[in-house]
């Protein structure tokens, strides 16, 4: 199969009360510990590419790579995505480029400022086959380069997701309801909270519209945990309640973005293997466990908090 767009994806989605893991990736490992999970546990997947990952590991090797794990896993459909498009230029680039979805993320700017910048966008995805994911609300947490301060969030607002999607044409909206990127999602302390009234809203604002979560990665205690023990500093890293990203799933939320999770379970598994084997210095020694512990960390997402296992 060769990579496909999410439409059909999120249609069965949203019918279904599942979602679509979408999970970012910047290396080798990381795209083959997810696929290989997904390939196993016959699950629809959606890859996404940052700037900051373009920039990194450089669009071409990305793109070739997903390409290598499509040829591998024939039998499930995958998206190709980009993750927090800041601007035309960039999808432009990516739809040139061979992404078959991409997201435009006007989300820092006034309402009529990102109405004009998605549409663009939209208009030059659509023709070419492109779908594309708009954003309204503002999340806490870093996202690439940008930092945003918790006071400078604010929640979706529930009137403005009907004259956005149908002056824009997206296909998919992104809102706020309390998630946030990175490790630090909420205080010790605090109870976590999503804000399932204004996803109630936009569900019934927006009927059968697939709706996106990001800055869902539940930051799992047992790899914070593994960091901590094997030299590293993370006190109070924590995430989304995993029963609350299952409930979204439930409701009309068809796709997840995870990607702390991931760097979390690399970041660990690398530290404990070095503390074990500290005359170690073969990169596939240490990668080893790193990209078998993302397999079994996407397959927890895919069966246990996503639903989408079997859905491919
Ligand atoms: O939302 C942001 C994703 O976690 C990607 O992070 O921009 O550092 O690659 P990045
Ligand atoms: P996390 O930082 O919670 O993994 O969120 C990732 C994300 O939203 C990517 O766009
Ligand atoms: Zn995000």
Same mark, same amino acid.
């Given at each position: 199969?060769?990579?496909?767009?999410?439409?059909?994806?999120?249609?069965?989605?949203?019918?279904?009360?599942?979602?679509?893991?979408?999970?970012?990736?910047?290396?080798?490992?990381?795209?083959?510990?997810?696929?290989?999970?997904?390939?196993?546990?016959?699950?629809?997947?959606?890859?996404?590419?940052?700037?900051?990952?373009?920039?990194?590991?450089?669009?071409?090797?990305?793109?070739?790579?997903?390409?290598?794990?499509?040829?591998?896993? @024939?039998?499930? &459909? !995958? =998206? +190709? #995505?980009?993750?927090?498009?800041?601007?035309? *230029?960039?999808?432009?680039?990516?739809?040139?480029?061979?992404?078959?979805?991409?997201?435009?993320?006007?989300?820092?700017?006034?309402?009529?400022?990102?109405?004009?910048?998605?549409?663009?966008?939209?208009?030059?995805?659509?023709?070419?086959?492109?779908?594309?994911?708009?954003?309204?609300?503002?999340?806490?947490?870093?996202?690439?380069?940008?930092?945003?301060?918790?006071?400078?969030?604010?929640?979706?607002?529930?009137?403005?997701?009907?004259?956005?999607?149908?002056?824009?044409?997206?296909?998919?909206?992104?809102?706020?309801?309390?998630?946030?990127?990175?490790?630090?999602?909420?205080?010790?302390?605090?109870?976590?909270?999503?804000?399932?009234?204004?996803?109630?809203?936009?569900?019934?604002?927006? @009927?059968?519209? &697939? !709706? =996106? +979560? #990001?800055?869902?990665?539940?930051?799992?205690? *047992?790899?914070?945990?593994?960091?901590?023990?094997?030299?590293?500093?993370?006190?109070?890293?924590?995430?989304?309640?995993?029963?609350?990203?299952?409930?979204?799933?439930?409701?009309?939320?068809?796709?997840?973005?995870?990607?702390?999770?991931?760097?979390?379970?690399?970041?660990?598994?690398?530290?404990?293997?070095?503390?074990?084997?500290?005359?170690?210095?073969?990169?596939?020694?240490?990668?080893?466990?790193?990209?078998?512990?993302?397999?079994?960390?996407?397959?927890?997402?895919?069966?246990?908090?996503?639903?989408?296992?079997?859905?491919?």
């Amino acid at each position: 199969m060769a990579l496909v767009t999410s439409k059909e994806m999120f249609r069965k989605a949203y019918e279904g009360g599942y979602a679509i893991g979408a999970f970012n990736v910047n290396n080798m490992e990381i795209i083959q510990g997810i696929t290989e999970a997904a390939k196993e546990e016959n699950a629809p997947l959606i890859l996404q590419v940052s700037k900051g990952a373009r920039a990194y590991a450089n669009h071409t090797y990305l793109v070739k790579l997903v390409e290598a794990a499509v040829i591998e896993c @024939p039998n499930i &459909p !995958i =998206v +190709l #995505h980009l993750d927090h498009g800041p601007d035309f *230029e960039t999808c432009k680039s990516c739809i040139d480029g061979g992404f078959t979805s991409v997201m435009i993320d006007g989300s820092s700017f006034a309402f009529n400022e990102n109405v004009e910048v998605t549409k663009k966008v939209v208009e030059y995805a659509h023709a070419h086959g492109v779908v594309v994911e708009g954003e309204l609300g503002t999340l806490a947490g870093v996202e690439d380069d940008v930092k945003v301060e918790d006071g400078m969030s604010s929640y979706t607002n529930p009137d403005q997701v009907q004259e956005f999607v149908e002056k824009t044409g997206v296909d998919s909206l992104a809102i706020a309801i309390g998630t946030s990127h990175g490790a630090y999602k909420f205080k010790p302390g605090q109870k976590p909270q999503l804000r399932f009234d204004i996803l109630q809203e936009v569900e019934r604002r927006l @009927p059968g519209f &697939p !709706i =996106v +979560l #990001h800055g869902a990665s539940s930051v799992i205690p *047992e790899y914070v945990d593994m960091i901590n023990a094997n030299g590293g500093k993370m006190p109070d890293a924590i995430g989304i309640p995993e029963p609350m990203l299952r409930q979204a799933a439930s409701m009309a939320v068809c796709k997840i973005n995870i990607d702390s999770d991931l760097r979390l379970a690399m970041t660990g598994s690398v530290r404990k293997y070095f503390n074990e084997h500290p005359d170690h210095f073969d990169p596939r020694q240490y990668l080893k466990p790193a990209r078998a512990n993302i397999k079994e960390l996407v397959r927890h997402k895919l069966v246990d908090v996503l639903g989408c296992a079997g859905k491919a």
